[in-house]
């Protein structure tokens, strides 16, 4: 993995990030025996995308680089939206992203009676009451950013009474949201989290894990650093957001009297014509406009894998962007670039196409067929050559032929030269049209003397192209995918919903198309370059009966190309 990296790098020692010079000063002091913990705390309420991949990269990544372990965490604090099938699926993707948790899966939901054990504590010191506000009535209390908030009429309630309540709250005595246990911190706090946060509310509901044993649920914030704190994590990375939560993070863990973790924020990746949010990602799916998670224009694990993204190029897109202080918004065709990137060096290159046109080479013997030899891969030798046949009747791109051509166009028109790639110059004699004046087939000859391989072969003509024989093509339905969002920021708009900017052109599905035989054995997730026409995979659909192929990516480097 360390050389894929390297390989997309300059040969400049790239410097620290601001994260990795936390944790070089406290192995350099001695902090907690110079010992590196980190780990990644999803949520299993959907699919993982790519900025939980940047995430997890810096945790995991973190770990390595100091000798040290990274936990996989599920933090399942919410059994409403919580479901097992997401577990799986998120296993899954780290996986195949590349990073092995070990023994280490651990489970918010695993602490649920230590975190109640620390409530208890909390209440005995006097910093914790049952409120019976309702969520409007707390609402009511709150001040302003100048003004404290009004004490609830339940804050000065004697322990007794308060561990008497919550013990009920726990058995099952009070209906949802009747009652919450709050911190009893600083109503008057500049900072909003610390004025009497809710650490549990009832909630009567079956748990994927605890199932019906428990009807009190904590918060986040009261589960995310005791979490952390009873797995021993040193440095606990998160995004942005939680920079307002950290000053409660640490008093939990200074009343409590715990391990010290500490909390280091980074900003979260956001790329532009996507959108990132689970709940709104659930809805692309829920609401049919992708077929589901791992649609292979989703942002999500799933999605890219499926679409023909390596763990490598991901891996590569997240070094690449760096860790970052501030918010900011990150060019797709970056990532496109990294998988344009991986794929050029590894994807071996086949004949494919796309939307087929008839080309008969009159001068070709009927019924012969040749098995000429051709390149597997340009930029790696070790990849080897292959044979592909042809014959008298052949395919190629409708697009690559023009009865009354603009000037500079080098590819077929009639009385003009081209070369098939890996064979012959041809030369267009006539076309022959259906009815509708639709193009059926191109008549060419051939120069029997410039095969590719013979020394007449140097004869230069300016364009080629790429083909397959007809009697032995294979059929083969291809999609094509375009941006699923036609505005750079969907999210971004406060008086339109996201889903207006739904790209209406995200997926064109070609079902003509032609591909060379030595296709038929590819299997699910291989991935391809179809020469001239960009990078592809085999889809989960495909069979040996009816391939079916997705395009990674097109052939063109934008982002490359702005870079300068
Ligand atoms: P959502 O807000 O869409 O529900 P989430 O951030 O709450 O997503 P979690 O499952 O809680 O999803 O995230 C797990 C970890 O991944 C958290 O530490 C979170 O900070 C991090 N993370 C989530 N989204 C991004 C992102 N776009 N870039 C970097 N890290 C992210
Ligand atoms: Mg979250």
Redesign the pocket.
């Known amino acids: 993995m360390t050389d894929e990296k390297e390989e997309l790098k300059t040969d400049e020692p790239k410097s620290l990030n601001f994260i990795e010079q936390i944790v070089e000063e406290d192995m350099k002091s001695g902090k907690h025996g110079a010992r590196v913990h980190t780990r ?4 299993p ?2 699919y993982l995308h790519i ?2 991949a ?2 997890f990269c810096l945790d995991f990544g973190i770990a390595q680089k100091y000798g040290g372990q990274c936990n996989l965490r599920f ?1 399942d604090t919410n059994p409403i939206t919580e479901d097992t099938s997401y577990v799986d699926a998120i296993k899954k993707d780290i996986r195949w992203m590349g990073f092995d948790w070990e023994d280490r899966e651990y489970y918010a939901s695993d602490y649920f009676d230590t975190l109640y054990e620390y409530a208890i504590q909390l209440i005995k010191k006097g910093k914790a009451y049952v409120c019976e506000l309702s969520a409007e009535e707390v609402n009511a209390t709150r001040g302003t950013d100048f003004e404290p908030d009004k004490p609830s009429p339940y804050r000065d309630r004697s322990i007794g009474e308060n561990l008497d309540l919550f013990q009920r709250m726990k058995n099952g005595e009070f209906p949802n949201d009747s009652k919450t246990l709050r911190a009893k911190i600083d109503l008057a706090s500049t900072n909003m989290h610390m004025r009497d946060p809710i650490l549990y509310r009832i909630r009567h509901a079956h748990h994927h894990r605890t199932g019906d044993k428990w009807c009190i649920y904590p918060m986040y914030d009261w589960a995310h650093g005791q979490s952390d704190s009873t797995e021993g994590i040193t440095h606990s990375l ?2 942005l957001e939680f920079v307002p939560h950290r000053p409660l993070y640490e008093w939990f863990i200074n009343e409590l009297g715990i391990f010290p973790s500490r909390q280091i924020e980074f900003a ?3 790329l532009s014509y996507t959108i ?4 709104k990602l659930l809805q692309l799916v829920n609401e049919g406009h992708v077929k589901g998670w791992d649609d292979p224009r989703m942002p999500t694990l799933h999605g890219l894998r499926r679409r023909g993204y390596t763990p490598g190029s991901i891996r590569a897109f997240t070094e690449l962007v760096g860790i970052a202080k501030r918010e900011n918004v990150i060019d797709v065709a970056m990532l496109e670039f990294c998988i344009r990137e991986d794929l050029n060096k590894t994807a071996p290159r086949v004949m494919a196409v796309l939307n087929p046109v008839k080309l008969i080479v009159d001068n070709y013997p009927e019924g012969k067929t040749e098995e000429l030899e051709t390149v597997n891969n340009p930029e790696d030798e070790s990849a080897g050559t292959r044979m592909i046949p042809f014959s008298r009747e052949l395919y190629i791109e409708r697009d690559d032929f023009m009865e009354e051509p603009p000037k500079k166009f080098f590819r077929l028109s009639p009385g003009n030269e081209v070369r098939l790639k890996s064979a012959y110059i041809i030369k267009c004699e006539s076309v022959v049209k259906d009815a509708d004046g639709q193009i059926k087939e191109i008549h060419v000859t051939y120069d029997p003397t410039s095969h590719s391989g013979s020394p007449e072969s140097q004869r230069k003509v300016k364009g080629t192209l790429h083909w397959v024989s007809a009697p032995h093509a294979l059929d083969a339905e291809v999609r094509l995918y375009d941006r699923l969002f036609s505005d750079p920021d969907p999210d971004g708009h406060k008086d339109h919903d996201f889903k207006e900017f739904i790209n209406p052109n995200s997926l064109t599905i070609l079902t003509h198309c032609k591909v060379e035989p030595s296709l038929k054995n590819a299997a699910i997730l291989d991935h391809l370059q179809f020469t001239r026409l960009g990078y592809f995979n085999v889809d989960d659909d495909s069979t040996p009966e009816k391939l079916v192929f997705n395009r990674t990516v097109g052939l063109k480097d934008t982002w490359a190309k702005m870079m300068g």
């Open positions: 990644f705390p999803p949520e309420n959907g900025g939980h940047k995430a933090d998160c995004t979260r990746l956001n990132m949010s689970k709940r």
